[in-house]
C-alpha cells in the first residue's frame, strides 16, 4: 500500500471514530439527571439579636447589634443567627460564612430610609462594574450561608426609585410629590434628590471609569439604587422560605456564586418599581430554584452572565440551573435569559412554571455588540394566563431599531459581539390570553436557530412571527386567534418544519411568506381548508420555498 493510500485509510479511520464516538457520547445532563447543587450544613448553636442589644421598637437602629450577632457566631464556627418576632429598623446586613441568618414568622426586618447609612462601594450591575450604594443585604466570598425561616426583609425601596406620574393614581401621585423629592420640569416625573437627576443626565455615571476612584462619584450617590440582596462569589448558598419585598432595585442578584439552592421564596415588589427584578442569577453554577413566588415590577426570573465585552472577558456562563415548580405574577417577562447573556449561558431546565399577568411569559432578548452564547435551554410543562404581549419571544434587536431585512443588500459581519442563540427545546405549553402566540426575530449575520416548540395550544390575538430564523420546528401547535389576516408570518427564514399546525379560526392566510433568502419551509400533517389562501409568497420569496402542504 503507497504512503498517500495509508494516510487516506488512517484520516477514514480517524474520521470514524469520531462519528461513532460523537453519536454515543451521552447528554451530560437530561430530565432524568438533572444538575445538582450541594447544600450547606450549620452547626446547632444560636445567636439571638436580642443579645446583642437590638431592640424591635421600629425606631432604634439595629445594624451593629444584627451585625455583631453575625460577627460572634462566624467567630465561633458559625450556626443560627435568630431574628425573633418584631419590628427591626436596620441598615445594612453583611452575612458571614457558616452562618444561618434565620428570621422568625412575626419578624419584619425594615432596612432603614437614611441613605447615609449605605456607603458607595464598587459593585457590578446590568453586567458592567458600576458604583452602588451598599446592598441592604450582602455577601462576598462566603461558603455555606443561608437565610432562612418565614419573616420578611422590606428594603424600604420607595425612597430610592424614581417613578413617572403616568405609572400612578392621582392619590398615590399627590402622595409622593407631597413627601419630598423633585418633580422633573415638564411634570411627568418624580425623583427622590437633585443628586439622583444629575446622576441620571451625566454620560457614563453608572459604570467605574478608568482612572476613577469610588469617591468621585459621590455627587451622584442617590442615583445609585442597590440591589437589595447581593452574593458575589459564594459557595453553597440556601435561601429558604424567606420573603424580600420593595427592593430598591434588583431584588435578589447572585454574582458567580455556586451551588446554590433556592426554596419557597417569596419575592413582591409594587408592579410600576422601576428595575424591580425578582431575581438575576448571574455567571452562576449548579442552581436549584424551586417553589418560588415573584411578583416583580421587572422581570421576573432572569438568567444573566455580564454585558458587552465585560462579560465577554469574564467568560463564566450560568450553567446547570434547575427552574421548577415556581409562579411569576404581573413581571415584565415570566421566565427570561438577557439581555447581558455576553458570557453565555447552559444547560438549563425549567419545568411545571405558571405565568399570570406578565408582559411576556418565556423572553429571550440580546441585541448586537453582547456576543455570547445561549444553548441547551429545555423548557416544558408551563401554564400562562393573560400575558400582555407575546407568550414565547426571541428577539435579537432588544433596545434597538429592527428595521426590516427584505431587500437587504449588505449583511452585516460575524464578530466577538454577535450573540446566538441555538438549541432549545420547549413542550408543553398552554397560554389562555396574550397579544402574540410566538415570535422570532434574529440578525440578518446570526439567525436564531435550533429551536423546536412542541405540543402547545395558544389563545391570543396573533399567531406567529418567524424573522430571520433557521432550523426551527413547530410540532403539534394549536392556535386559537382573533386577528385573521394570517396565522403565521416568515420572513427571509429557512429550514422550517411546521408539523401538526391546528388554527381554530379560519385566517385569510395561512402562511405569510416573505423574502428571498426564505427556503426549505415544510408544512406536513396540517390541514389549511378553513384558510382561504394556503400561502402567500413576498418580496423575492420564491414558490418552491414551501413544500409538503396540503
Not at 445532563?29 to 431592640?55: Q, R
Not at 441555538?422 to 439567525?447: D, H, K, T
Request: net charge positive; glycine share 10%; proline share 4%.
Amino acid at each position: 500500500m503507497s504512503f498517500k493510500k495509508s494516510i487516506a485509510l488512517a484520516m477514514f479511520i480517524s474520521v470514524g471514530i469520531l462519528q461513532v464516538s460523537a453519536q454515543k457520547a451521552p447528554v451530560k445532563y437530561s430530565w432524568k439527571n438533572l444538575p445538582k447543587a450541594k447544600m450547606p450544613v450549620f452547626k446547632k448553636d444560636t445567636f439571638n439579636i436580642i443579645k446583642y442589644g437590638a431592640v424591635p421598637d421600629g425606631i432604634t437602629l439595629n445594624t451593629r447589634s444584627i451585625n455583631n450577632a453575625i460577627n460572634a457566631c462566624n467567630a465561633k464556627g458559625g450556626g443560627v443567627v435568630v431574628i425573633p418576632q418584631g419590628l427591626w429598623l436596620t441598615g445594612p446586613i453583611v452575612l458571614k460564612s457558616n452562618v444561618n441568618l434565620h428570621v422568625d414568622r412575626a419578624g419584619l426586618v425594615l432596612f432603614t430610609d437614611d441613605k447615609s447609612q449605605y456607603a458607595l462601594v464598587e459593585g457590578n450591575y446590568e453586567g458592567h462594574p458600576a458604583p452602588r450604594n451598599e446592598s441592604p443585604v450582602s455577601g462576598t466570598n462566603l461558603i455555606n450561608i443561608a437565610i432562612t425561616g418565614q419573616g420578611i426583609f422590606d428594603g424600604n425601596g420607595d425612597v430610592w426609585r424614581a417613578i413617572g406620574k403616568d405609572r400612578m393614581s392621582d392619590a398615590e401621585w399627590r402622595q409622593k410629590v407631597a413627601s419630598g423629592g423633585v418633580v422633573s420640569e415638564d411634570g411627568k416625573g418624580w425623583y427622590p434628590s437633585e443628586s439622583y437627576i444629575k446622576g441620571n443626565k451625566t454620560k457614563d455615571a453608572g459604570t467605574l471609569q478608568p482612572g476613577k476612584a469610588i469617591g468621585d462619584y459621590a455627587e451622584y450617590k442617590d442615583f445609585y439604587r442597590p440591589n437589595m440582596l447581593v452574593l458575589t462569589n459564594c459557595k453553597k448558598v440556601w435561601l429558604k422560605d424567606i420573603t424580600f419585598e420593595n427592593s430598591p432595585n434588583w431584588c435578589l442578584h447572585t454574582l458567580l456564586c455556586e451551588d446554590m439552592t433556592l426554596q419557597q421564596v417569596h419575592v413582591k415588589n409594587p408592579w410600576n418599581a422601576q428595575n424591580g427584578d425578582g431575581i438575576d442569577i448571574e455567571s452562576c453554577k449548579n442552581v436549584l430554584l424551586e417553589g418560588s413566588t415573584f411578583d416583580a415590577g421587572d422581570d421576573g426570573i432572569c438568567i444573566k452572565s455580564g454585558r458587552d465585552e465585560d462579560g465577554r472577558k469574564r467568560g463564566k456562563p450560568t450553567e446547570n440551573v434547575v427552574i421548577r415548580n415556581n409562579v411569576v405574577y404581573r413581571a415584565h417577562g415570566g421566565f427570561v435569559i438577557g439581555s447581558e447573556m455576553s458570557g453565555g449561558a447552559k444547560n438549563i431546565f425549567v419545568t411545571d412554571c405558571s405565568f399570570i399577568g406578565t408582559d411576556i411569559g418565556l423572553r429571550f432578548k440580546t441585541a448586537r455588540g453582547r456576543g455570547g452564547i445561549v444553548e441547551d435551554i429545555y423548557v416544558k410543562n408551563i401554564s400562562m394566563r393573560n400575558i400582555i404581549n407575546q407568550a414565547i419571544f426571541f428577539d435579537m434587536y432588544y433596545m434597538s431599531k429592527a428595521g426590516s431585512t427584505l431587500g437587504l443588500k449588505e449583511i452585516p459581519p460575524v464578530n466577538e459581539g454577535t450573540p446566538q442563540f441555538r438549541n432549545f427545546y420547549v413542550s408543553n405549553v398552554v397560554c389562555n390570553g396574550a397579544q402574540e402566540a410566538i415570535f422570532f426575530r434574529g440578525l440578518p449575520e446570526m439567525a436564531i436557530k435550533g429551536i423546536h416548540l412542541e405540543n402547545m395550544t395558544f389563545k391570543t390575538a396573533k399567531g406567529a412571527e418567524l424573522i430571520e430564523a433557521q432550523d426551527i420546528t413547530l410540532k403539534n401547535i394549536t392556535m386559537n386567534v382573533t386577528d385573521t389576516k394570517q396565522l403565521i408570518y416568515i420572513e427571509n427564514s429557512n429550514s422550517l418544519s411546521f408539523d401538526g399546525i391546528r388554527s381554530f379560526t379560519p385566517t385569510d392566510v395561512f402562511l405569510n411568506i416573505n423574502g428571498e433568502r426564505s427556503s426549505h419551509i415544510e408544512l406536513t400533517n396540517t390541514d389549511t381548508g378553513k384558510s382561504k389562501t394556503k400561502a402567500t409568497f413576498n418580496f423575492g420569496a420564491p414558490n418552491n420555498a414551501l413544500t409538503g402542504m396540503k
